[in-house]
Antibody
Framework: QLQLQESGPGLVKPSETLSLTCTVS??????????WGWIRQPPGKGLEWIGT???????YYNPSLKSRVTISVDTSKNQFSLKLNSVTAADTAVYFC????????????WGQGTLVTVSS | QSALTQPASVSGSPGQSITISCTGT?????????VSWYQQHPGRAPKLMIY???NRPSGVSNRFSGSKSGNTASLTISGLQAEDEADFYC??????????FGGGTKLTVL
């Protein structure tokens, strides 16, 4: 059964870089049928799409975050990662990784999410 | 990119039907049949309920249905049950090859 698990620091200082990894088990990030994405949710607020990556390395980013975001994939480790630089308190959120079927633009499997707090 | 517009809250009694709207533009909802709906219970990850406007993933109750007219998509829940109480989010593909979510709707089962 497919599982996605986010990992990374739960506390990041302002102006530093937030780094998270999503480990995929029960499936392959190299599958040609799926894309892989990051979505975040500030406490008490709605969902925000961050970006999506294909196994080939093709990426798609939210325009509002594009200048600060990098999503990468490591097929040898069956993982994909998120880096968000120059963070501020506004980047405090639960960060979810998820799978997107290639023929739709919906996320059908999600990780449990991880809370990242930006604070000194 | 601006978020899609959803009502902040809707409510209904058990057994009733409710509809949640999701309004966008011709650059997102109106331009593509790639509207999705997610249900999120407190403290949990979102769950896909509808994809490509009106398709249900395997395992999702047929009490949930989706539709679209022009720039507005809708999620209808029939035979409302207590466990349906949750937050609901729509999302759409956009002409910029990005995704955008709605602001979310809190469903209360009275």
């Amino acid at each position: 059964q497919l599982q996605l698990q986010e990992s990374g620091p739960g506390l990041v200082k302002p102006s530093e870089t937030l780094s998270l990894t999503c480990t995929v088990s029960g499936g392959s990030v190299s599958s040609t049928s799926y894309y892989w994405g990051w979505i975040r949710q500030p406490p008490g607020k709605g969902l925000e799409w961050i970006g999506t990556i294909y196994y080939s390395g093709s990426t798609y980013y939210n325009p509002s975050l594009k200048s600060r975001v990098t999503i990468s994939v490591d097929t040898s480790k069956n993982q994909f990662s998120l880096k968000l630089n120059s963070v501020t308190a506004a980047d405090t959120a639960v960060y979810f990784c998820a799978r997107r079927y290639s023929s739709s633009f919906s996320f059908d499997f999600w990780g449990q999410g991880t809370l990242v707090t930006v604070s000194s | 990119q601006s978020a899609l517009t959803q009502p902040a809250s809707v409510s209904g009694s058990p057994g009733q039907s409710i509809t949640i709207s999701c309004t966008g533009t011709s650059s997102n909802v109106g331009g593509f049949n790639y509207v999705s709906w997610y249900q999120q219970h407190p403290g949990r990850a979102p769950k896909l309920m509808i994809y490509n406007v009106d398709n249900r993933p395997s395992g999702v109750s047929n009490r949930f249905s989706g539709s679209k007219s022009g720039n507005t998509a809708s999620l209808t829940i029939s035979g409302l049950q207590a466990e349906d109480e949750a937050d609901f989010y729509c999302s759409s593909y956009t002409s910029s090859a990005t995704l955008v979510f709605g602001g979310g709707t809190k469903l209360t089962v009275l």
